[in-house]
T-cell receptor, first 113, second 112 residues
């Protein structure tokens, strides 16, 4: 089966600019996750979708981050405006349900200048 | 906040040796999972152990879970250079809708 696809792989922007990441999960996976991974740390969950509904977004900085999952398939994560502290790898993952192992994409490495 | 904490933070061994990594967590959980991450790549699921299980095997991997001590260990036997990676434990707290919380990971280096 095809894995989780993410794009772009790398992005460099200046602070206060906006950026968007795209994720295509494994076909049939109902649950989709966005994580932020800062260098040297484990991933931190930003938002979890079940189909196209939000299950958990308690750690999403909603003043600058937004995410959507239209039609319960692809998803986009947006940051506007970006801050220096947003420099990280943004990982997308998917699973059949919330109680199953997660499959990760290779992430987008974001650098803020 | 991080729930699982791995120990040690870094581990360097020779090919053929066994590697043991430990994970401690703070709350009651449904499941505990171990993931591997190669440099510049996404995480790969290794093993899931449920809270009512004590030990699980998969190939050269052995995972134990002690819910009374809130700890788990991952043993990799007969390590290979290709096992070089970061290893993370992740827990989902009861009542959390299976939200995973990851530790900071153990960086394993296997020298040929």
């Amino acid at each position: 089966e095809a894995g989780v696809a993410q794009s772009p792989r790398y992005k460099i922007i200046e602070k206060r600019q906006s950026v968007a990441f795209w994720c295509n999960p494994i076909s049939g996976h109902a649950t989709l996750y966005w994580y932020q991974q800062i260098l040297g740390q484990g991933p931190k969950l930003l938002i979890q979708f079940q189909n196209n509904g939000v299950v958990d977004d308690s750690q999403l900085p909603k003043d600058r981050f937004s995410a959507e999952r239209l039609k319960g398939v692809d998803s986009t994560l947006k940051i506007q405006p970006a801050k220096l502290e947003d420099s990280a790898v943004y990982l997308c993952a998917s699973s059949w349900t919330g109680n199953q192992p997660q499959h990760f994409g290779d992430g987008t490495r974001l650098s803020i200048l | 906040s991080q729930q699982g904490e791995e120990d040690p933070q870094a581990l360097s061994i020779q090919e053929g040796e066994n590697a043991t990594m430990n994970c401690s967590y703070k709350t009651s959980i449904n499941n505990l999972q171990w993931y591997r991450q190669n440099s510049g790549r996404g995480l790969v699921h290794l093993i899931l152990i449920r809270s009512n299980e004590r030990e699980k095997h998969s190939g050269r991997l052995r995972v134990t879970l002690d819910t009374s001590k809130k700890s788990s260990s991952l043993l990799i036997t007969a390590s290979r250079a290709a096992d070089t990676a970061s290893y993370f434990c992740a827990t989902d707290e009861r009542g959390s809708n299976y939200k995973l919380t990851f530790g900071k990971g153990t960086l394993l280096t296997v020298n040929p």
